[in-house]
């Protein structure tokens, strides 16, 4: 049961019916901007001109003013510098004591791929039969206007919250995070919240874990000879085969070990361990003297980052163990790129019981609690802010791949369970000067 009252739930649904026109159009002009990874500036100025309008007090903060940013041990170097890449933070200070919340989208997309195989223009922001199309526009697009929307049908609806409220537009969530939610969190003004709600596509379950991520790469040497010399060559493919095999047998093996319900109930298994590119030899009629292969790996929330680094590690020395030439030249293991964490919150905690709360209150819907089984900007609240966050947004259509739409109703949708949501968390007290707005209910 929730603590919204009929009145103040009606104004809320009608003020975003009313809003949601507008709604459409700022989500839309947000799939027009194509703000790939380095390309977020047009984006988040509308974002920030947004905030500024329904009077959120807003400030900007660029990475690089976050001091020691690139000491913490989830900072990567994208290769993309950080000037004129603003994250976008605005607040609204609660009118009573009540618990803060802070909903957090990124606006950041990836690349629309070949624009031939899409059957629309992926930048267009059209909205055809209902649905919002274009790149974006249900990862998170939607989910960043459905947060700005929930706040303005809350002012709208004469509904004042008790706790503060903080909205953050990001940057750089698809490339790892570090530019944009990290940044925010380890700002010195970060503002200190009781909860994190992030509007992913998570089709209205709750992502409250996730695995953490490690791309490797192992890199064998050989010998070059030529072709018609082979003895005198040492074949760098096949002294890596043996790798190869036993970083496949430990996939399987982890498949097998490592369980987590949260992940078990939506996936086949809770971690994998991917082996994605092998490059080796210049030509056919040399003895190739490389081979190199890249991979990545995942953990699981009960597992470090250093002991999958481990059993990486130890696993291919194993592999190379009693080979003579591998014995004099041993098989180099770097950690490369994106080296997420993983994170984990209970289900019994009041963020998600109030998401499942208000979903079966308001919608009649089951919000089931789930593990992802990758990197999320939620993992940076729980890992190094101490603050449960939840990803609860809408659907998921198309996202990373052609013709990615958001059904109107889904952006609906998420604005409302995100204004009940604000006012089940935070509490709320109704500003009977808007007592006009309940007119509506009474003709009905
Ligand atoms: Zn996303």
Not at 12 to 20: F, I, P, Q, R, S
Not at 211 to 230: I, L, M, N, P, Q
């Amino acid at each position: 049961m929730t603590e919204i009252d009929r009145t103040a739930r009606n104004r809320v649904d009608t003020a975003v019916e009313a809003l949601t026109d507008d709604a459409v159009a700022f989500a839309s002009d947000l799939v027009t901007e194509r703000s790939v990874q380095g390309d977020e500036a047009p984006v988040q100025s509308r974002v920030r001109d947004k905030l500024n309008e329904i009077g959120l007090d807003v400030r900007t903060l660029e990475a690089h003013e976050v001091a020691g940013i690139e000491d913490h041990p989830e900072y990567s170097d994208t290769g993309e510098p950080y000037d004129d890449r603003p994250n976008v933070i605005g607040t609204r200070e609660g009118s009573g004591d009540g618990r803060s919340l802070l909903f957090n989208g990124h606006v950041d997309v990836v690349p629309e791929g070949d624009a031939e195989q899409w059957s629309f223009d992926p930048f267009s922001g059209d909205v055809e039969d209902g649905k919002l199309i274009g790149r974006g526009a249900s990862d998170m697009k939607g989910g960043v206007a459905a947060m700005v929307y929930a706040l303005e049908a809350l002012d709208r609806a004469g509904v004042e919250l008790l706790g503060d409220v903080t909205v953050e537009s990001v940057i750089e969530e698809e490339a790892g995070g570090y530019g944009g939610t990290l940044a925010t969190v380890l700002d010195d003004d970060a503002a200190d919240v009781d909860a994190v709600v992030i509007p992913e596509p998570t089709d209205f379950d709750m992502w409250i874990a996730n695995d953490g991520v490690s791309y490797f790469r192992v890199t064998v040497e050989g010998k070059s000879a030529h072709a018609a010399e082979t003895d005198n060559g040492v074949n760098a493919i096949s002294k890596l085969v043996p790798i190869y095999r036993a970083l496949e047998a430990l996939h399987d093996e982890r498949k097998e070990s490592v369980h987590d319900d949260l992940f078990e109930q939506w996936h086949e298994h809770t971690v994998s361990l991917n082996l994605g590119t092998l490059h080796a030899g210049e030509w056919a009629s040399s003895v190739p003297d490389e081979a190199v292969l890249e991979a990545r790996i995942s953990h699981a929330p009960d597992e470090t980052r250093e002991e999958i680094h481990d059993v990486v590690e130890e696993t291919v020395r194993r592999a190379a163990d009693g080979d003579p030439w591998l014995d004099d030249h041993p098989p180099a293991v770097e950690w490369f790129g994106w080296r997420g964490s993983s994170a984990k919150i209970s289900p019994d905690e009041e963020i998600v019981t109030t998401v499942q709360d208000v979903m079966a209150a308001e919608f009649d819907r089951e919000s089931h609690a789930k593990g992802f089984p990758g990197g999320i900007d939620s993992r940076f609240f729980v890992n190094y802010a101490d603050t449960p966050a939840v990803c609860f947004g809408p659907g998921d259509y198309n996202i990373h791949g052609t013709d990615e739409y958001l059904p109107v109703e889904d952006l609906v949708e998420t604005t409302k369970a995100l204004a009940f949501l604000a006012m089940e968390w935070c509490g709320y007290e109704l500003d009977e000067r808007a007592s006009d707005l309940d007119a509506s209910e009474a003709a009905e």
